[in-house]
C-alpha cells in the first residue's frame, strides 16, 4: 500500500496570501494524484487531477505540481471560502487519500 | 444536470446488513467508474473500492474485501455498496463518486454523492 503523507496537518493563513500544502508519497507515483477540498458536513470537491490539471470549475488560483513522491498544492491568493480541509490521492495500484490538511484563516 | 444521488441515513444493530444506493443521472451511466470512499466520524477519507457500471467488474481495498460487495442495475442506473455483519466502526458517512475521465478506472472523482450516514449501534 502506498502511504500518503500530508503536511502540516494544520495551516492558519491571512487572507490575499499565499497557503501551500504538501503531500508525499511513499514510493513513486508519476503523476498519478490528485487534490479535494472538503468543507465541514460536505462531499469532497475535485480541484486537481493528473498532479496540476484544474477541474473544471475551479478558480485559477487553486495549482498543483510535482511529480514522483512530492507534490503540492498551492493557493496563490486565500479567500475565506477557502476554509476547508484538502486531502491529496494517489492512484496507484488502488487509490489511497493523504489524512488531511486544515486551512484556516487567520 | 448531473447528480449522484444516495440513499437515506441508516441505524442499524451490530451484526446487521445494510445496503446503500446512489443512482446516477445525467450523464452516460456506464462510461464512467464509481469509487465507494468512507469517512468515520472526524476522520479522513479512506477509498473503499471501484465498480466498473457498464460490465459489472469490481475491485476492493484489502480490508473490504471480506464483508462488502458493490453490484450495481443498469436499468436504473444505480450502484450498490452492501455491508454485512455491521460493527460499531463501521459508523461513518459512505460516498459514491464518478471518476472523471470517462473509461478511466484510477483518476479524480469530478462528481460525488451528498453522502449517507451509517449508525451501527446496540
Known amino acids: 500500500e502506498i502511504v500518503m503523507t500530508q503536511s502540516p496537518a494544520t495551516l492558519s493563513v491571512s487572507p490575499g496570501e499565499r497557503a501551500t500544502l504538501s503531500c508525499r508519497a511513499s514510493q513513486s507515483i508519476s503523476s498519478d494524484l490528485a487534490w479535494y477540498q472538503q468543507k465541514a458536513g460536505q462531499a469532497p470537491r475535485l480541484l486537481i487531477y493528473?498532479?496540476?490539471i484544474r477541474a473544471t470549475g475551479i478558480p485559477a488560483r487553486f495549482s498543483g505540481s510535482g511529480s514522483g513522491t512530492e507534490f503540492t498544492l498551492t493557493i496563490s491568493s486565500l479567500q475565506s471560502e477557502d476554509s476547508a480541509v484538502y486531502y491529496c490521492?494517489?492512484?496507484?495500484?488502488?487509490?489511497?487519500f493523504g489524512g488531511g490538511t486544515k486551512v484556516e484563516i487567520k | 444536470q448531473v447528480h449522484l444521488v444516495q440513499s437515506g441515513a441508516e441505524v442499524k444493530k451490530p451484526g446487521a446488513s445494510v445496503k446503500v444506493s446512489c443512482k446516477a443521472s445525467g450523464y452516460t451511466f456506464s462510461s464512467h467508474y464509481i469509487y465507494w470512499v468512507r469517512q468515520a466520524p472526524g476522520q479522513g477519507l479512506e477509498w473503499m473500492g471501484i465498480i466498473n457500471p457498464g460490465g459489472g467488474g469490481t475491485s476492493y481495498a484489502p480490508q473490504y474485501q471480506d464483508r462488502f460487495t458493490m453490484t450495481r442495475d443498469t436499468s436504473t442506473s444505480t450502484v450498490y455498496m452492501e455491508m454485512s455483519s455491521l460493527k460499531s466502526e463501521d459508523t461513518a458517512v459512505y460516498f459514491c463518486?464518478?471518476?472523471?475521465?470517462?473509461?478511466?478506472?484510477?483518476?479524480?472523482?469530478?462528481?460525488w454523492g451528498q453522502g449517507t450516514l451509517v449508525t451501527v449501534s446496540s
Open positions: 490521492q494517489q492512484f496507484d495500484t488502488w487509490p489511497t
Open positions: 463518486a464518478r471518476v472523471a475521465v470517462p473509461g478511466a478506472p484510477l483518476s479524480g472523482c469530478d462528481l
Open positions: 493528473g498532479a496540476f
